[in-house]
DNA sequence: GTCATCATGTAAGCCGTTACATGATTGC
DNA sequence: GCAATCATGTAACGGCTTACATGATGAC
């Protein structure tokens, strides 16, 4: 879950566990909620493991994404260099290898399917092709349907006596059911081909509807 | 957590282990996901405290809580009638005592506000008063109100270049709206005085409005 | 007698948290 | 120099899961 996160947000950009959280709270938003205590055991797992590898800090914005307007991109760049491998502050900056690459795409692929999980996937769908998303909703959607039977069957089954249980339940069913047309709406633009941008967003930043 | 389900559903009825299981599964749906492997060690606990306490299996069937009060009485039976205690496949039937009723309506107060958490309050809204279910409310609706700034802070701040970031943090806003709506008609409903049998259920089943 | 189910438990492990420890750098 | 922040890490613990072990009971 957490090195999902981690590589997700690695692919777009080098950086040091510290930026890191921020970005993961400031492109998450609700949907992450990591602390340092897990953080960094985590990246030294996958740094041991050859799925992030500590970049020179000349390199640090150097590749990957323009950052076009980051307050940190600019800052980190005016003092990045100092020293190669640790930058000034001690930091060790993080670049997300083929390895990892190969393990963010697997980490896309597994049956994992609950709301957080399901949401930083999303997040990170621009990473993924068609057929993998398309799947990845679909999966979603059953799940989805099956959660919505269980409720009902709460309903059904007993439960219903009390006038609050109901209401949480009818209330279930409802956002569930929001949330199977949220998904299905999501599958008929992907199937459409809606925004073809994101099947291959390096040919053209055609960002929009026309 | 596993407490407050477990205490709530043995307010209602004695019950053992086994059973407990499948009343969570029936009453609470989706909210609950417990595997007998942290079910078991949380009732030794909760008995090793003294909150709930192994019934005669004559007296499994008789409803509710006979329960004397002090939890040196309750030992006292328990040890008294310990050939009785184990039922005809092993059970241990559990009856939740007057030390449990208070971690109950401990654990109803406590501030944890998280989704699942907040579902299984509610579940047992029928076993508070109206001041703290009105307090709950609130609190899930502040909750709410934050996580509703959170996202938007993040379309607000960046993230919004993707369209699958946008689409996830538009729905999880109008997710969190509905909910908020949904919290504010329980608000009013209970300002209202809605249905007053919950308040005082024991004293007559009049049910609902003339 | 044996198989499925009921019933209770233990052990290992995963995944995350909080709290703590440490040190570098900057601003004043 | 001193405080605030940046930056990385460790230790202890919490809560839950899966997998395993054990045994009683009833159906056939």
């Not at 890191?20 to 740094?47: I, W």
């Not at 992030?52 to 000349?58: G, Q, S």
């Not at 290898?97 to 621009?126: I, N, Q, S, W, Y």
């Not at 006038?163 to 929001?178: C, G, I």
Request: aromatic share 6%; hydrophobic share 40%.
């Amino acid at each position: 879950m957490i090195e999902l996160a981690i590589l997700g947000i690695l692919k777009e950009a080098n950086l040091h566990g510290y930026e890191l959280k921020k970005h993961l709270r400031t492109a998450l938003g609700p949907l992450c909620s990591v602390s340092f205590g897990s953080l960094y055991p985590a990246l030294n797992r996958l740094e041991r493991d050859g799925a992030v590898a500590v970049v020179a800090v000349d390199e640090a914005n150097a590749v990957a994404t323009p950052m076009t307007g980051s307050f940190a991109g600019e800052a980190a760049a005016f003092r990045a260099r100092r020293r190669v491998t640790r930058g000034p502050r001690n930091k060790k900056v993080y670049g997300i290898t083929e390895v990892g690459e190969a393990r963010l795409t697997e980490l896309m692929a597994d049956p994992a399917d609950d709301e957080r999980t399901f949401g930083m996937k999303l997040a990170f769908f621009r990473w993924c092709d068609r057929p993998t998303r398309l799947h990845l909703l679909e999966r979603r959607c059953a799940t989805l349907h099956q959660r919505l039977d269980e409720t009902r069957g709460v309903v059904a089954a007993r439960g219903s006596d009390d006038p609050y249980v109901r209401a949480l339940m009818e209330h279930d069913s409802e956002s569930t059911m929001n949330d199977i047309a949220w998904i299905s709406r999501l599958i008929a633009s992907e199937e459409a081909g809606g925004d073809d941008t994101l099947d291959d967003r390096d040919k053209e930043p055609t960002g929009g509807h026309p």
